[in-house]
């Protein structure tokens, strides 16, 4: 395993984040009438799988189901399950608000501007929160550049 310094696994998810926020971006803002909803639930798969990729990056190693489950222990469940709940809620209404959005050319950027800040979102404050808690595991304590 090579061993990254905290500086250099920082940048490498901020890049992951601004890749994922593009494709987001350019995926929400190309109309798609009467799909809009099934299309939000790939961006919300693809937003899965970039905290999945943050947590990999930070934690040398695949996410796992007790991984999982110490994730949830750590953020607390009635946080965490809010959160989904949340967060799904929110790419739900946007996938009936892109229907109507579609109507434009102006609408589907703005669609595509919505999905990629949301992505941006969840990917830095995933990236903030895998930052602190790894920052506060003992044997983790590595010089920040």
Known sequence: MN???IGQKQRKSLKLIVSYAM???TVSSIPTPIFEVSKQLVLSASDVILCWQI???YYEQELSVDSVVELLKRAGIIVAVGSVLVYTGARATQGIADEFLNLSIVGSLVSGLIA???TATVGLAFLVWVDQSWRREPGQLEAVE
């Open 3 to 5: 061993q990254l310094t």
């Open 23 to 25: 494709g987001s971006t």
């Open 55 to 57: 947590y990999s990056l």
């Open 116 to 118: 990629g800040s949301s």
